[in-house]
């Protein structure tokens, strides 16, 4: 019986010393909680890089816009000027026609001013006027220029940002599906506010509401679906009034409140400013928790939500 019982023993299969244990629905979840944490602040980073980047685009465009404008004017007060100085040419007072011709550009025009000092002085009001022209377009190509480096800056954050998001939120679907909890929506969408806020938190509210069910989705402002700081803004704007697009720009941007003197429409603050909701009352909020999740209502007593809380504000 002894030789049998070291036989079995023997022939009993031996675990692959490669082959880790896997860990617990528990664990996995605790670990995917901390990873929200972690991609809620880079998500503020994107979408305060894109921001950047929005602003820095517009900047440009209206500089673009400026110097194109400019360059119009620009070429007529050149035409105008280089006929007044071929007069003054055959008239034998200027000597330098052929380099005024050739100032095409407006630091080559500037730099022929000397010459323009020789001719009539009826015509100074023409020259102050192309002087004044050429100076302006040559500010305005500066300055688009140092927009468009701008552009180029913070295009290169963005794009490194949103690579850094995108891992990490690979990171967030795998830890689901090891949880057994990655899917899709599922649930009916929106819903109706009848709580009784009036005015535009009320409106606010409505929009909220009416976002119920939807996806969260990174640096998502709607229709599809929100990120945390995507829907209280989108919320606001329902209601006509503007919030920054990042959570700690809205937390600064709006007046604080005690969590004692939360009404419906609020903003509340979590996890050292890196997430956000909308309170709705009776000690619940509306937000956007995180890939993976839906805009949905949840518990102000929640654990999580007591031990992470920052703060409130009134917008």
Known sequence: MAALAVTATLLAPVPSADAAPKPSVAATKKKLAKLNSQVDKLVDKYNKAKTQLDAAKKELKALNGQVTAEERTYKSMHTRVAQIAAAAYKNGTLDYTTSLLAAQDPNAALSQ?????????SRSQELK?????????????AMAQYALQ?????????????????????????????????????????????????GPPRKALEYAY???GKPYIYGGTGPKGYDCSGLTM????????SLPRVVPDQYAATRHVAKSDLQPGDLVYFDNLGHEGMYVGGGRF??????????????????????????????
């Open 210 to 212: 009416a976002q119920l």
């Open 129 to 141: 006027a192309f002087v004044n022209s050429a100076q302006r377009l040559r500010r305005e190509q």
């Open 113 to 121: 001013m000397s010459a323009f000092t020789q001719l009539s002085s």
């Open 234 to 241: 989108m919320s606001w704007r329902a209601a006509g009034v």
């Open 150 to 198: 701008v552009v180029k800056k913070h295009t290169e954050s963005v794009k490194k940002q949103k690579t850094t998001v995108e891992k990490a939120i690979n990171q967030q679907k795998e830890l689901l599906r090891e949880a057994g909890v990655l899917g899709g929506p599922g649930g009916p969408i929106g819903g109706t506010y009848t709580g009784p806020a009036s």
């Open 286 to 315: 509306i937000h956007a928790p995180h890939t993976g999740s839906v805009v949905k209502f949840d518990s102000m007593s929640n654990p999580w939500y007591v031990s992470h809380y920052v703060g409130a504000s009134r917008p």
